[in-house]
Each structure stands twice: as structure tokens, then as C-alpha cells.
């Protein structure tokens, strides 16, 4: 069993629907990291959390580390939102990586 | 301005050589890492370097040499490619003794071994 799992692993959606994409871990962690990882191959952080939430336009992330579980939400998810989202968890310097999900938002 | 740097891109080899791709940051950051993603597109981590200094070498064959000449390189050796080997690498920075840990990745290098 993976020590990160994040559900669903695929996701499609109508453009301007909300999106969740939920990352349940189950190591003790010093930071959560949720990454795009874009048709094209290239990797962007999109969020470091290691309590609470946080928003980037339309993108907020959750964690709740008591239950080790983080969301990402997707509001008025547009097809360029298209894209592998990637969870990772830090212990100290190492980082264990989930298997993504791929969002297909159709226009 | 590229943050973080990788060369080449593409790599395509026979098996038994031995290949070098080149990682550098201009991020002023004191962490690298080298990540493979297999053909499922799963990441796993493989070195991760502070201040030019190994702190993480995950079970990787020791035909894999990763090499930091100063903390805005780290360069991933590879001898006598293995089939198994080929794969997507990606380089990555981070400032970690300053307590931001947000990684910068880099493009990554397609390698295919013949």
C-alpha cells in the first residue's frame, strides 16, 4: 500500500464545475506539497501546507493533520486546468509522492 | 529567466553506455534533488543534496552517481544504462535551512535507453 493515496485517479468535468481531489497519507509529515504536472511534462508547486489552508485564485488547498488529509479544490475549473495533480508529503528531507490524478476539464 | 535548468532535454542512448544529465538553479537555493518518474508517471525521489552535501540517497542502483560541484549544480551520472533505466528525470531546488521548503522543478530529461 502506498504511503500517499489520492482519490479519484481520474477526474473528468464540465468547465466551471468544482473540483476536489483528496490526498489521505499515512506517514507522519512535516509539510504537504500539492504539484501540477502539465500535459507537456513540466512540474509546478502549487501549494506547500503544513496546517490550516490556503488560496491561490482559484485554487485552495486544505490539510487536516489530526485525520492526514489534504484537499485540493478547483473552483470554476476551466479546460486549461487539464493536468496530472500530483500530492506529495515531506518527512524532514525525504518526499513520498502519490500516484496523481488526472483532470480532464471539457469545454 | 529559468529557474531551475536541466540538459539536455531528450536523451536517447544504447544500453551499456554511461550518460551524464547536468541540473543547475539560479534560485540561490541550498537543496537539489533528482526525481525519476517511471512510464506510470509515478515520482519517486532518488539524491537530494544540501550545500553540496548528500542527504538523501534512496535505493538506487550505485550505477547512478549524482555529482554537486557547487550548490547551484547537481549532475546525474549514469553508467552502463540499463533498459529498466529509462524514464523521465527531474531536477529539483529548494531553500531548505530557511525553512521554506516549496520545491522549483525543473523541465526534465526524457531518457530512453535502447
Known amino acids: 500500500k502506498n504511503e500517499v493515496e489520492q482519490s479519484p485517479q481520474n477526474l473528468t468535468a464540465q468547465e466551471g464545475e468544482f473540483i476536489t481531489i483528496n490526498c489521505s497519507y499515512s506517514v507522519g509529515i512535516s509539510a504537504l506539497h500539492w504539484l501540477q504536472q502539465h500535459p507537456g511534462g513540466g512540474i509546478v508547486s502549487l501549494f506547500m501546507l503544513s496546517s490550516g489552508k490556503k488560496k491561490h485564485g482559484r485554487l485552495i488547498a486544505t490539510i487536516n493533520i489530526q485525520e492526514k488529509h489534504s484537499s485540493l479544490h478547483i473552483t470554476a475549473s476551466h479546460p486549461r486546468d487539464s493536468a496530472v495533480y500530483i500530492c506529495a508529503v515531506r518527512e524532514n528531507n525525504d518526499m513520498r509522492f502519490g500516484a496523481g490524478t488526472r483532470l480532464t476539464v471539457k469545454p | ?114
Open chain 2, 1 to 114: 529567466d529559468t529557474a531551475v535548468s536541466q540538459t539536455p532535454k531528450y536523451l536517447v542512448t544504447q544500453m551499456g553506455n554511461d550518460k551524464s544529465i547536468k541540473c543547475e538553479q539560479n534560485l540561490g537555493h541550498d537543496t537539489m534533488y533528482w526525481y525519476k518518474q517511471d512510464s506510470k508517471k509515478f515520482l519517486k525521489i532518488m539524491f537530494s543534496y544540501n550545500n553540496k552535501e548528500l542527504i538523501i540517497n534512496e535505493t538506487v542502483p550505485n550505477r547512478f552517481s549524482p555529482k554537486s560541484p557547487d550548490k547551484a549544480h547537481l549532475n546525474l551520472h549514469i553508467n552502463s544504462l540499463e533498459l529498466g533505466d529509462s524514464a523521465v528525470y527531474f531536477c529539483a531546488s529548494s531553500q531548505l535551512l530557511a525553512g521554506g521548503k516549496e520545491q522549483f522543478f525543473g523541465p526534465g530529461t526524457r531518457l530512453t535507453v535502447l
